[in-house]
């Protein structure tokens, strides 16, 4: 599990780094970036729904002894994740000036949020093949590789936002336009390190097949990963919907989420791991027909996973007046940060049930469930009272954060009473 928690820590703080750094370089950009970042994790979660399919059908083959079956799996995923990467990435160069046109930002903010989002998003194949080769590797065993890649990756991203923001030898600064095309090259280097190591280890995966793609299974995959990302899909597209109320309280709102957004991260990145590690022991549990032992696993998952949450963000606040000054030199958006964080204890204690349970029921090939009650929840109470809450009743972005809130513990709750029944059971994938 601590391999796995150290890779999603380390793709988790790309745009972590990318916030904090250019916070010495303008606000607006930090704004730009936090807003755009709901975009960047729209793509993210649209590579996750092949992964995800894959990484179902993959281990749970495997867990049922099928070792071929799961190989062309795995090689009409990375079909997939080839295809959607050229098909998302164009999507991005031709639609970002548009949508992020919607929002009606400051001109400073809309310029850099659309230069983040065309580079960033437009070249994300790095970023689609990188996120498929680790679910490939995971689901054969090898949890560390991920980990010191992405670690490398990190590094990468790093020393090109110091380029991009603090340039040596007199080099121009590039600012947001570089801190994107460090991005890209972290995950282009990422994605041929993990391909290299799948190659060095011998994982069945024959190059050649890949462009030879079975029709049965790639339904299969885009079956099960369709909904699969569903729930994550629909979360992210009603987190850009509150991104919009937010837009509307000012650049100080936007900047001082995007800066909360960053806290979050590490909040409940632990869970986030967990729940990564719960969907693989969950396929392979289900192929092997151990239904109990893994249902009394992920309810101890669970419950670890909000304690660490809960931990985190009780350190956060605690230092909260530190961290907003690190963050920003602004007193409205200290003082704004300092607040929100507060609001943070009760929307990621209640996160981090989701992240962990939802995934061992995607695991386990339940996956129509979480859908349906994600979408409701979370347009149904997470928006609408985000605009209640935020906007009519004008508590701000404090009374966002609540709704948020609110619509994470609906939906934990939820989960937990599907868990701890057995319906689940019955929605096995393996051949």
Known sequence: MWPIFV??????????????????????????VGLTGHFIFFL???????????????????????????QEFSQNSLLLAFVSSIIIGFAFIIGSPALVELFALAPDVEEYATQYAVIA???????????????????????KSPMVIQAIAGL????GNIFAIYPPFDLPQTGVVGVAIATVISQIVSAVMCWYVIKHHDIPCDFKRIFQPDI?????????????????????LAQIAIMFFVSQLGTVALAAAAIVQTA???????????????????????????????KSKVHRYWVVGMASSVFVTLLIIANRQWFAEIFSEDNDT???????LIAALFLESGRSINLIVIAALKGAGDVIFPVRVGILAM??????????????????????????????WLRGIIMIGRWQGDKWMTKAQYE
């Open 7 to 32: 890779e999603q820590l380390m793709r988790m703080s790309l745009m972590s780094v990318d916030v904090f750094m250019l916070t010495q370089y303008s606000e607006a950009a930090v704004a730009a």
């Open 44 to 70: 993210i979660i649209s590579y996750s729904i092949v992964s995800s399919g894959g990484a179902v059908l993959i281990s749970q083959n495997l867990g049922a002894k099928n070792e071929r079956v799961a």
């Open 121 to 143: 998003g437009g070249l994300s194949i790095g970023m689609s093949l990188s996120i498929m080769f680790s679910t490939i590797l995971r689901a054969y065993g090898y949890t």
């Open 156 to 159: 990468i991203n790093l020393l």
């Open 216 to 236: 049965r299974k790639l339904k299969k995959i885009i079956a099960i990963g369709l909904p699969n990302g569903g729930e994550s899909l629909s979360y992210n």
């Open 264 to 294: 979050a991260r590490f909040m409940f990145v632990f869970s986030l791991s967990l729940g990564t590690g719960a969907q693989v022991l969950s396929s392979f549990y289900v192929g092997q027909k151990r239904f109990y032992e893994l």
């Open 334 to 340: 200290q003082q704004l940060i300092t607040t929100v």
């Open 379 to 408: 347009w149904g109470v997470g928006v609408l009272f985000a605009y209640l809450l935020g906007i009519h009743w004008a508590f701000g972005l404090v009374g966002i954060w609540l709704a948020i809130g609110l619509d994470e």
